[in-house]
Nanobody
Framework: QVQLVESGGGLVQAGESLRLSCAAS????????MHWFRQAPGKEREFVAA????????TYVGSVKGRFTISRDNAKNTVYLQMNNLKPEDTAVYYC???????????????WGQGTQVTVSS
């Protein structure tokens, strides 16, 4: 049974940091791309960042470049999203997702986590 379990969300003030974690189990993800998406109230789910589990190559949406860092720990089967200098517009539910291909569109993604809430106050 495939499981992606996010943790690390919370309420912070603008300018502060959070680190999200995504623990993966039940499948061999070594050839997968791991993604982070987010969905704010009333908005569509959007791509945030992705990392190739095998090569470590990363991709980011423009609005988070220089502030967010995606990484993975192969030994722990865990992917992280370090979020620095958070802004109120980063407020959303953040989802971990896994797919054999790099896929910045939410449609067609193979596996999703349940999401974790990030709230940034001004």
């Amino acid at each position: 049974q495939v499981q992606l379990v996010e943790s690390g969300g919370g309420l912070v003030q603008a300018g502060e940091s959070l680190r999200l974690s995504c623990a993966a189990s039940g499948h061999t993800f070594s050839s997968y791309f791991m993604h982070w998406f987010r969905q704010a109230p009333g908005k569509e789910r959007e791509f945030v960042a992705a990392i190739s589990w095998s090569s470590g190559r990363t991709t980011y949406v423009g609005s988070v470049k220089g502030r967010f860092t995606i990484s993975r720990d192969n030994a722990k089967n865990t992917v992280y999203l370090q979020m620095n200098n958070l802004k109120p517009e980063d407020t959303a539910v953040y989802y971990c997702a896994a797919d054999p291909l790099f896929n910045p569109s939410p449609s067609g993604i193979d596996y999703w986590g349940q999401g974790t809430q990030v709230t940034v106050s001004s």
